[in-house]
T-cell receptor, first 112, second 114 residues
């Protein structure tokens, strides 16, 4: 069965710290791995990683995909209070790509 | 370009009642999917619609149903509400059926069942 596991489930850091969020997955037909950020309501898209794009970077956020070991990490450097959110990792299901399998999420709190 | 719009944003129901939630996707998006989010279970897939056809359904009881209209707008219905149905219901749209996962989410409908 398709599965996504994130760790840690929650994390408290101070502004300026660097954090690493982990996501491991099991899916029969891998298409992509996605990271979303959810602050209040709607998850917003951060990155999509595929076989042809295993590393992505946007400002202080970066992500890599290890297809051999079946995991991805999301790095946030120089954290700010605005980075406080739930970070969700997801993969499209094996049977239908439209069904995203989400991990439990990592709740990040950045203290001033 | 308007985002995904969900209505109502908040609602309170009592056990046994039914509820209908609405979702208008981004213009041009033909695929709509629904997710239930609870603190304990996280985000769980409910259904996916493309061109008025349900393409996939999650592991939810038959009390949960949905449909999609010709203009791609979608509704989901929950009948005989239970306390455990209290959740944030998120709708997401994407351009195509065979997307590789980039979904655009609405802000959700927060359902409280008393």
């Amino acid at each position: 069965e398709d599965k996504v596991v994130q760790s840690p489930l929650s994390l408290v850091v101070h502004e300026g710290d660097t954090v690493t969020l982990n996501c491991s997955y099991e899916v029969t037909n891998f298409r992509s791995l996605l990271w979303y950020k959810q602050e209040k309501k709607a998850p917003t898209f951060l990155f999509m990683l595929t076989s042809s794009g295993i590393e992505k970077k946007s400002g202080r956020l970066s992500s890599i995909l290890d297809k051999k070991e079946l995991f991805s990490i999301l790095n946030i450097t120089a954290t700010q209070t605005g980075d406080s959110a739930v970070y969700l990792c997801a993969v499209p299901g094996s049977v239908t790509a439209g069904k995203l399998i989400f991990g439990q999420g990592t709740t990040l709190q950045v203290k001033p | 370009k308007a985002g995904v719009t969900q209505t109502p944003r908040y609602l309170i129901k009592t056990r046994g009642q039914q509820v209908t939630l609405s979702c208008s996707p981004i213009s041009g998006h033909r695929s709509v999917s629904w997710y239930q989010q609870t603190p304990g279970q996280g985000l769980q897939f409910l259904f996916e619609y493309f061109s008025e056809t349900q393409r996939n359904k999650g592991n939810f009881p038959g009390r949960f149903s949905g449909r999609q209209f010709s203009n791609s707008r979608s509704e989901m219905n929950v009948s005989t509400l239970e306390l455990g149905d209290s959740a944030l219901y998120l709708c997401a749209s994407s351009l195509s059926q065979t997307n590789t996962g980039e979904l655009f989410f609405g802000e959700g409908s927060r359902l409280t069942v008393l």
